[in-house]
């Protein structure tokens, strides 16, 4: 009856249309409520992972225009922002939920060009929960005195903030939301692999109304983070990416008395039970690795399965990883899109090399991959250890390693056995282990009988080498007040 | 000769956790089944269907005219598949056989006390004979909810061996009622019990118990099967019965198929819908692929 590896009833594609969106050719900076040319006049390209075109020429921003937007930002903040009521202000910030709702395709469809990630996701995830963001801390703009009773809370001034290009809409969003809800105003710097969705979110700004200077966005590399970082007039510096680079902001703003939250990498501890809900757990494990690519600083990244069930768990992780569909992320059925950049792509093959080259046993998938664009198949090791480097290092792609161990103990030493500490998840059917093991692990987060759950009203943030402070939640918006 | 029996049951217990069974739902649901892949679903899951009609006022007259429209479900697209199989009360079987004669159309009959199951064995293997004697190919029986939830798997365990054993060369489906047993965990265990017993397949519902089928009931059935045939080699099938009338649905239940048990179990041999109503929306949406036009209900007929 049953013929051996018959294929059958495969799906056909069934792309997101693009014909609603509109992107203009050119992209300037966003000062002081208007498009603003770079002062040096040069320009860099943002391409589409996933077809190696040209999307769109970006303004490269330097020290000029940096200030520029800071002054800006500082004008708007001693002006208008500071000086109208609280509740005037969460108004704004309503807006711009609401206006992201509106154009939720629009912007959905633009992640995906731009960042490569699959159009289920950025539709599903990335977008609605930006809204989401700005409407709960818009909540909280005139109840600052409710959320923090009897310690006068007051805004920074203005806020220099530097965002990834794994999340791009919904990491501005983390920023910018809670810096307008208690009174800062904003300068922001999008990834120059993936600034369009912020462009869209400056149209939104301007069209939501909010006052000259309140938001400013200049887009450029690091070098133009750097020049936010170092500004003398930025109050607050937040960040999100490699831990490389945070320790550098550190350095920077020591004595200085600047502000800073760092959200910074992470080698999760993904850890199995033999008594959790086996199946359950293996698309828990699926969640944690291949959500956008690996392109998670919380992906869990680093597999642990109790011994019984070691050989269970993985054939039934290999058996689930022959059901990713590899390609376009704008086809509505992709579950893994394009990785991000071409640079990104060699850093994850450089890792499986490695891998391999330490005696790790490979596994990925047999999906077929488009022949142009940058793209990587869900990939699992075994035979690895707490010594190997795909086990030590953030990859940041979709690279799991898996290891077995034997007690609780156990599994919590190594677990912790890492200069990172951001996120864990741990599975099992028993409520009171499940307890134990929340309190014992070194992580900012940590999930239980699920992975990447994500909610503005839940802080967000890592011990260790993973980062300084708390985004989301009251936490989050604390870090945007002084007391 | 009902004591016969000589297996026993042995059951490690899996967990089942709501939560992620519903994820993994969602993640198959926002699959987008178009075009060509439609169409071949479609034509699929008509392929599956058992028609069903299970009520008191079944007549012989009822019955026959639902044989027709298993074997003609749309005469104006001859080319179409017949349904699976016409599954009626055991009373009413010989009717069915002779009205599918030739036609490839197989006869299910509900058997042992269908739907409550409150009859002692003896009866119930008096009634799954009756209908094996008159041509039945499948039985679908049902387990006894009550001892279950008393704790006494051995009795579930023996009364399924003790049915299939009544069966003969007629495949047994197994009816968990699935909407009487409260928990995911306690759908897994039925599931277990019922193929270490022999089932041939697994079903979910009678059809006359809400909820009857749904996603993530059946999602934790085919788990079950999943696990049994890494351990043996051996294939189960699946039968979700029951509140499934949109074949949008059904195609979401076939995606679920193929991503948790692959396309070996693609073919009505090894997966079914219990259902009477979803063969006309099926219907509905074929001639609207091939058409363009959706039809109204009174151009597909109701037996």
């Not at chain 2, 479609?42 to 028609?51: F, G, H």
């Amino acid at each position: 009856m049953a013929k051996k590896d018959e294929k059958k009833w495969d799906l056909v594609s069934a792309p997101e249309s693009t014909s609603h969106i509109e992107l203009n050719k050119k992209y300037d900076h966003f000062i002081n409520g208007k498009w603003v040319k770079p002062s040096s006049g040069e320009y860099f390209d943002t391409v589409n992972p996933a077809t190696e075109e040209k999307l769109a020429s970006v303004a490269k921003g330097n020290e000029n225009d940096v200030d520029k937007a800071v002054k800006a930002a500082r004008k708007a903040y001693e002006n208008v922002w500071s000086k109208m009521p609280a509740n005037e202000r969460g108004k704004y910030v309503y807006r711009i939920a609401r206006l992201i709702q509106e154009r939720a395709r629009e912007f959905s469809v633009i992640e995906s060009l731009d960042g490569g990630k699959p159009i289920r996701e950025s539709r599903d995830v990335d977008v609605p929960l930006a809204a989401n963001h700005f409407f709960y801390n818009a909540g909280w703009a005139d109840k600052l005195d409710y959320a923090f009773p009897n310690r006068k809370a007051k805004p920074h001034g203005v806020a220099g903030q530097i965002i990834p290009w794994n999340f791009p809409l919904l990491m501005a969003a983390w920023k910018i939301a809670p810096a307008l809800a208690t009174g800062n105003t904003v300068v922001l710097k999008p990834a120059e692999t993936t600034p369009l969705t912020a462009m869209k979110l400056a149209e939104v700004i301007a069209d939501a109304g909010l006052p000259e200077g309140v938001v400013n966005f200049v887009n450029g590399y690091g070098d133009t983070g750097a020049s936010i970082v170092n500004h003398g007039d930025v109050n607050k510096v937040a960040f999100t990416g490699s831990t490389g680079v945070g320790k550098i902001i550190q350095k920077a703003i020591a004595g200085t008395g600047k502000k800073a939250t760092l959200e910074l990498g992470g080698k999760a501890a993904n850890i199995i039970f033999a008594d959790a809900a086996i199946d359950q757990a293996v698309e828990g494990i699926i969640n944690g690795i291949y959500f956008n690519q690996g392109h998670v600083c919380c992906a869990g990244s680093r597999l642990f399965i109790q011994e019984s069930v070691f050989d269970e768990v993985v054939e039934k992780l290999k058996f689930r990883m022959e059901n990713l569909v590899v390609g376009d992320p704008l086809d509505k059925n992709t579950d893994i899109g394009a990785i991000n950049s071409k640079s990104q792509l060699k850093t994850i093959k450089d890792y499986i090399k490695i891998g391999k080259e330490e005696g790790g046993s490979f596994f990925e998938t047999k999906a077929s991959l488009p022949k142009k664009g940058f793209w990587c198949r869900p990939t699992l090791f075994t035979d690895v250890s707490q010594s190997s480097r795909i086990v030590q290092e953030e990859i940041f792609g979709p690279v799991l390693a898996a290891q077995s161990f034997r007690t609780v103990d156990e599994v919590i030493s190594k677990a912790n056995n890492t200069p990172y500490g951001l996120s864990a998840g741990v599975w099992t059917d028993k409520g009171s282990r499940l307890f134990n093991m929340t309190t014992q692990m070194n992580a900012g987060v940590v999930w239980g009988n699920t992975y990447n759950k994500f909610d503005p009203a839940s802080p967000f943030g890592g011990y260790k080498e993973s980062g300084i402070g708390r985004e989301g939640g009251l936490h989050g918006l604390g870090a945007y007040l002084k007391f | 000769m009902s004591k016969k029996s000589t297996k026993k049951l042995n059951i490690t217990p899996v967990y089942i956790d709501q939560v992620g069974i519903e994820d993994r739902v969602a993640r198959i649901t926002s699959r987008s089944i178009k075009k060509d892949t439609k169409v071949e679903g479609l034509k699929m899951a008509l392929n599956m269907i058992d028609l069903t009609t299970l009520e008191g006022a079944d007549t012989v007259q009822k019955v026959k005219q639902l044989c027709n429209k298993a074997m003609h479900p749309h005469p104006s697209m001859p080319d179409l598949p017949t349904t699976a199989a016409v599954c009626v009360y055991p009373t009413l079987v010989k009717t069915a056989v002779d009205s599918l004669k030739g036609s490839g159309v197989k006869v299910a009959s509900v058997a042992t006390a269908f739907p409550a199951g409150h009859s002692p064995l003896e009866v119930k293997i008096a009634d799954t004979k009756l209908a094996v004697d008159n041509g039945a190919h499948e039985v679908d029986m049902v387990i006894s909810r009550g001892k279950f939830h008393q704790g006494e798997y051995n009795f579930v365990f023996d009364e399924i061996c003790a049915i299939k054993e009544a069966c003969g060369k007629a495949r047994l489906k197994v009816i968990l009622e699935t909407g009487e047993l409260g928990t995911l965990d306690a759908v897994r265990l039925a599931s277990d019990i019922a193929i270490q017993a022999g089932a041939d397949f697994i079903k979910t519902s009678t059809g006359k118990i809400s909820p009857a089928a749904t996603l993530p009931v059946t999602l934790t059935m085919l788990y079950a099967i999943r696990d049994h045939y890494i351990k043996t080699g051996e294939m189960i099938g699946m039968k979700p019965a029951g509140g499934i009338s949109s074949a949008k649905l059904a195609l979401h239940y076939l995606r679920m198929v193929k991503e948790i048990l692959g396309d070996k179990w693609l073919d009505n041999h090894w997966f079914r819908f219990g259902a009477s109503r979803l063969a006309n929306d099926i219907l509905m949406q074929i001639v609207k692929q091939e058409t363009g036009a959706y039809q109204a209900a009174p151009y597909f007929t109701k037996d």
